[in-house]
C-alpha cells in the first residue's frame, strides 16, 4: 500500500521560510520511474503544481516560483522535503505532496497540510 | 488564471451522463497525456483516469475520459449522488516543464 503523509507548521509569519516534510511508504525514490511532488491549493481555488524530484535527482519547478523553492529527497529515509522561502499571505493554502510516475502521473496522494500566513 | 480550461460548474440528475470538459494547448494536451481527478469535500483529489482514458483499479467504469487535439472530456454515466465533487483536469506541460491544472469544475447532482 502506497501512502504519503504532509508534515510542518500550520503557521508561518510573512517573509519567513516554509519548511514541509514528505515521508512515504510503498515505494522507493531509488526505483526508476518515480518521483514525488508538491501542489498546493488555496481556499477555495484549484490545485497549483509546485515542484517534482525523479529517483535520479532530476528536479522540477513551477517556473513563477522557481526563484523560492527548494526540493530536496533523502532516498535512505524515504522523505522529501519542500522549501518556500519569503512566505506570504497568497501562499495560504492546504500544501499536497503525491507520488508522480512515468507511467500513472500523479497518481497517490497526501491528506494534505494547511499552511496559514496572516496578512 | 489556471492555464487548462474548464467550465466552473455542471450539473446532472441520477441516472444521467454528464461530460466535463478540459482545454489545453499544443505543449501540454496537444502532445501529452491528460489526466483527471476527483476531489470530495475536505478530501485529497483522488486519480480517476490516467493516460487520456485509462482506470486506474478500483475506479468503476462509469468513469470514461477521451483526447482529440487539445482537448479532452471526462464522462460520468449512471451519475450518483456521490459523484457530486470538483474535478480538475491536468497535463504535462513541455514548454513549462511542469504539471499544468484546470480550474476544476464542480459537478452537482441535482
Redesign the interface.
Known sequence: QITLKESGPTLVKPTQTLTLTCSFSGFSLSTGGEGV?W?RQPPGK????LA?IYWDDDK????SLKSRLTITKDTSKNQVVLTMTNMDPVDTATY?CARDTT??????????TTVTVPS | QSVLTQPPSASGTPGQRVTVSCSGINSNIGSTYVYWYQQLPGTAPKLLIYRNNQRPSGVPDRFSGSKSGTSASLAISGLRSEDEADYYCAAWDDSLSGWVFGGGTKLTVL
Open positions: 511532488g501542489i484549484a490545485l497549483e503544481w517534482l522540477r519547478y513551477r517556473p499536497y507511467r500513472y502521473g500523479v497518481d497517490v496522494w497526501g491528506r494534505g
